[in-house]
């Protein structure tokens, strides 16, 4: 590379023609291939660009050029497509689908022999956080250089690799913080840090959509964004993919190495994060010796968690590469060291771009021996593991085993049906009606993360999680087997749809249990068409045709002769509903059950349509609420009002029956909102709070519940005790105190409300706060308590689950006049994926107005 250390003053000081700077290092260019420039009409670093503008101008590259092919892989729900350029030679374009099944066969560890000449496959991928915008426009102008350089550096890079470049893997977000920056600048840019160009309004572009953290979701699958990606993935295993992002304006930039992996015995080799992580890094570092750059690694990030853009090609035989650029949030800004333009941070993320570009050719063979390895390690892995399958059921929610079943699927897991009865620890896992995943298969390591559990970890600070087993986020029944077991079918997409059977006429009602996943979707559908819908707040038996079936509690009755719309319409209803969500619905001719309550009891409780809002805004937790939106828009397809804090005096508070507080700090209420909402809740309507949402109850006296405070328990004489600790140690001494996410058990009430449609008193759920709920002082109001033997999955101090968890309560129930509070000390609804918890809040959201709490006798 050419030396550019005089001009390292300027990067930082004032605004830099990125363009004029890097690309004549990579030149002669063909002329008919236009820059980014001339496409766009402002040079790279003078303007935030819209993702269109960058669609557009890749859809150009690949019209002009024999060297480069655009595809589309996928969609968000803001309706943009999700777009890949695929570049090198053109002999290689010729030959891309024979080069593809070349590269898979490495994948199959029965196959031993391969062509050295095979490219190795780059994935350069940016911008899965929208407003960390410097890779984007590195992505064009690595992009421009990759297609139009006739360099001969370039032209062994395109003969050598096939690199699929992937300029904004979030592009609602990116337009969100594209729209902000632009629209807040002026023709003399301001680089004082308090500028309104420089702080996004709420939710800012971080995030998709419905505010979704997609750096966390390639294991969670949840997302289109990430189950395009996925999906583009598995067809090409590539061996480097890149993960782009921004950080602190005052950091500087960070390459992998990361620190060391929290995991006491990390399931991906030593060889990613040792001999490659090492490799790769000394190309970052003279990339950036060379222009006079500062960075830094193995430290604040790991790769523990497997569903990081960073980590999950780690375990798919690629190496994962995380890039960390100090953010200028907007055109120029002032920092530490000086002030920080636009055009500075997006020079060091190309000068990494190229750098990984040239790495992966230099070392192709070494990239293309360890994937091959990889999967034979899997194997041999697998060979050594006393289990040799996970034996898994759930007999009676079709819709969350589904999900379940997707996400083994979307990761390539082989799954089978079970082909032969076995007990294990008491449980009776029936053939034909539960499944087996073997251990002997070359997805081996994403069997270990969705089933295996830990309690004992080389760290105690986490980047993020510390628990993932995907098994407790469905809450499916599952056994470790050691030994080989009978399988049947294997399972397939096609297997997880569900056919249910035509609702037959009834004359007098119509049964469905609230068992399943999908009911309350369906329950909302039929509220919004008037109909008429009780929930059994005590189970009963029904005799018909000389069967009898059970219905437990919650169960729906929907009366015929009730109804404002005829029979014949409700049936043609209820026939629509039953289709669309896959549910069955059982007529009955009689209210007179085989045993428990009559369906005229008055234990069957109409269920009124919830009229819902949720506060959102500055202060407000946007993961949180974001994933509350999610879940009832795209799963329930109910709406929810979000109602900013600012506008709160506006708020018509007898439109709405249930409140929803997310965590937040909620500074912006005042003691007014504080006495409207009690007024409010008095008069018989549900607010449900979560985590922060909960403390901020608490504490503003909403309820008379109480927060768990260990600290005031202990004796003047334990507080006095001070040990004297080293200074530097401190970070890592404060992080324990943490609970950043991890897995425990709670012991349900399964005659509450809000525990309505569960079958075992024990349920997994996530907590990644320290906020501690005080079991309730009357007898009936906790639904959900910590068990005594709590910890199911990650990391957490001896003293947090001895003196703080197990004597505290996951969800309460607190009253007050006519209506109630229901209080999550956790996040029931955590990125998504917690199909296993969601429940408890569509419970709250759907049964509240009749969730009372009794009273204690004196």
């Known amino acids: 590379m050419k030396k550019f250390f005089s001009l390292i003053l300027l990067c930082v000081t004032c605004h830099l023609d990125a363009q004029d700077i890097f690309l004549e290092e990579f030149g002669p260019y063909i002329d008919q291939v236009p820059s980014p420039a001339t496409f766009l009409g402002y040079e790279i670093g003078d303007h935030h660009t819209r993702y269109d503008r960058i669609v557009s101008y890749f859809e150009k590259l690949a019209a002009v050029s024999d060297r480069a092919s655009f595809q589309v892989y996928g969609r968000t729900y803001g309706h943009r497509d999700l777009i890949m350029l695929t570049v090198t030679s053109a002999q290689n374009h010729q030959s891309l689908d024979q080069i593809q099944a070349n590269h898979l066969r490495r994948n199959d560890p029965s196959v031993s022999t391969w062509a050295d000449s ?40 395109l003969n050598e690799a096939v690199v699929f470049i992937d300029p904004v893997i979030n592009p609602d977000g990116r337009d969100r913080h594209t729209h902000w920056v632009n629209m807040h600048k002026g023709n003399v840019l301001v680089k004082d840090p308090i500028d309104i160009e420089h702080n996004e309004g709420w939710p800012r572009g971080r995030t998709n959509h419905y505010w979704f953290d997609l750096n966390r979701d390639w294991w ?55 001999t490659l992580n090492d490799t790769f890094a000394r190309y970052y570092a003279e990339g950036l010796d060379e222009i006079g750059s500062l960075y830094f690694t193995k430290e604040v990030f790991d790769g523990t968690y497997p569903g990081y853009g960073s980590s999950y090609p780690d375990l798919q035989g690629g190496l994962g590469i995380l890039f960390e650029q100090a953010s200028s949030r907007g055109h120029v800004q002032k920092s530490a060291t000086g002030d920080l333009t636009f055009a500075f941070t997006i020079r060091n993320q190309l000068v990494t771009s190229m750098a990984t570009v040239k790495a992966s050719v230099e070392h192709k063979a070494m990239l293309l021996d360890y994937q091959s390895r990889f999967f034979e390690s899997a194997l041999s892995n697998a060979a050594s593991d006393p289990v040799k399958a996970y034996i898994f059921r759930e007999t009676s929610d079709q819709h969350r085993l589904n999900a379940f079943l997707d996400k083994l699927l979307i990761h390539q897991v082989e799954v089978f049906e079970l082909n032969e009865d076995v007990a294990i620890d008491g449980i009776g896992f029936k053939a034909g009606s539960a499944y087996v995943v073997p251990t002997d298969q070359v997805q081996y390591r994403m069997v270990q993360s969705t089933f295996e559990t830990y309690d004992t970890y080389n760290d105690s600070v986490f980047y993020d999680a510390s628990a993932w087993s995907l098994a407790n986020t469905y809450n499916v029944e599952y056994k470790g087997v050691k030994r080989p077991v009978s399988t049947g079918t294997q399972v397939n997409r096609d297997g997880l749809s569900r056919n249910v059977p035509e609702v037959q006429s009834s004359r007098y009602a119509y049964l469905i249990s ?31 045709n000389g069967t009898t079936r059970a219905f437990d509690y919650g169960s729906l009755m929907i009366p015929v002769q009730q109804e404002k719309v005829s029979a014949e319409r409700l049936l043609e209803l209820l026939r629509r509903c039953s289709q669309q969500y896959h549910i069955e619905v059982t007529p009955i001719a009689t209210g007179l059950n085989a045993a428990g309550v009559d369906l005229g009891s008055r234990y069957l409780r109409p269920v009124p349509i919830p009229k819902a809002m949720m506060l959102v805004g500055d202060g407000v937790a946007g993961y949180e609420a974001g994933e509350v939106w999610h879940l009832l828009d795209q799963r329930i397809h109910m709406p929810i009002t979000k109602v900013e804090t600012r506008m709160i005096n506006r708020l018509k508070w007898d439109e709405y029956n249930v ?12 003691s007014s909102f504080v006495e409207n909402l009690k007024d409010w809740i008095s008069q018989g309507n549900t607010l449900i709070t979560i985590r922060e949402g909960t403390e901020w109850a608490i504490k503003n006296k909403v309820v008379t519940e109480e927060l768990l405070d260990s600290d005031k328990e202990k004796s003047d004489s334990q507080q006095a005790e001070v040990k004297r600790l080293p200074y530097v140690d401190a970070p890592e001494h404060y992080g324990k105190t943490r609970v950043g996410g991890a897995i425990f058990s709670v ?37 959900a308590a910590y068990s005594s033997d709590p910890h199911v999955d990650g990391y957490i101090s001896k003293e947090n689950l001895e003196e703080k968890l197990k004597k505290s309560a996951s969800v309460i129930v607190s009253k007050s006049g006519q209506g109630r509070v229901v209080l999550f000390a956790d996040n029931p609804n955590f990125r998504g994926t917690w199909y296993g918890t969601n429940r408890l809040f569509l419970n709250a959201l759907f049964l509240g107005p009749h969730i009372g709490v009794p009273r204690v006798a004196d």
Not at 240 to 268: L, Q
Not at 659 to 667: A, C
């Open 220 to 274: 969670l699958a949840i997302h289109p964004e990430s189950r395009s990606k996925l999906g583009w993935y598995h067809q090409w295993y590539p061996n480097v993919v890149t993960d782009f992002h921004e950080m602190g304006t005052n950091s500087t930039y960070f390459f992998e190495p990361m620190k060391p992996n929290g995991s006491k015995n990390p399931i991906m080799p030593k060889d990613n994060y040792t």
């Open 514 to 544: 609230w068992k399943d996943y999908q009911v309350p979707a369906l329950l909302y559908q039929l509220l919004k068409d008037e109909v008429v819908v009780y929930s059994a707040f005590k189970p009963f038996e029904v005799s018909a």
């Open 659 to 670: 409140m929803v507080m997310v965590s937040g700090n909620y500074q912006m209420l005042d």
């Open 747 to 783: 012991d349900l009430d399964l005659t509450h409300p809000v525990a309505f449609g569960y079958e075992k008193v024990r349920l997994p759920v996530y907590r990644n706060s320290n906020v501690w709920l005080k079991p309730s002082s009357n007898p009936y109001s906790t639904v």
């Open 118 to 157: 095979d490219p190795v496959i780059i994935q350069l991928g940016y911008g899965v956080h929208g407003n960390e915008s410097s890779s984007a426009e590195a992505a064009m102008l690595t992009a421009y250089i990759l297609v139009a350089s006739e360099h001969p550096d370039v032209i062994r890079y």
